[in-house]
């Protein structure tokens, strides 16, 4: 059993930033060892890949949009996946989720899409105003 619990989200004016955290409650996986990724989801629009960080070695992907404004993080010991958000822009509201693989060997370029990803939070909402 996997749960992932978002928070951080909130309402901010156009060049502001904001961090989310994910929490990982999963007793019987090693936190380190599997890919984390950040979706968001606009209104009227599908849920897009946004950031991820892979398990072992924890290489970082971006979308382009956010490339250099947005940085994935992890702590290893607070079981916590982060996503620092800076320069926002008002394309950037959205629902926000973070996802992870049941999969350890999901890595790489594989975590761009969604199917890869087995277990989700249940969102936290971001609202960038101008």
């Known amino acids: 059993q996997v749960r992932l619990v978002e928070s951080g989200g909130g309402s901010v004016q156009a060049g502001e930033s904001l961090r989310l955290s994910c929490v990982a409650d999963?007793?019987?996986?090693?936190?380190?060892?599997?890919?984390m990724g950040w979706f968001r989801q606009a209104p009227g629009k599908e849920r897009e890949f946004v950031a991820a960080?892979?398990?072992?070695?924890?290489?970082?992907y971006y979308e382009d949009s956010v490339e250099g404004r947005f940085t994935i993080s992890r702590d290893v010991a607070k079981n916590t996946v982060y996503l620092e958000m800076n320069s926002l822009k008002v394309e950037d509201t959205g629902v926000y989720y973070c996802a992870s693989p049941a999969d350890s060997l999901v890595a790489g370029t594989r975590l761009f899409y969604r199917y890869e990803y087995d277990h989700w939070g249940q969102g936290t909402q971001v609202t960038v105003s101008s």
């Open positions: 999963a007793p019987r996986r090693t936190f380190s060892s599997y890919a």
């Open positions: 960080i892979s398990g072992i070695g924890g290489g970082t």
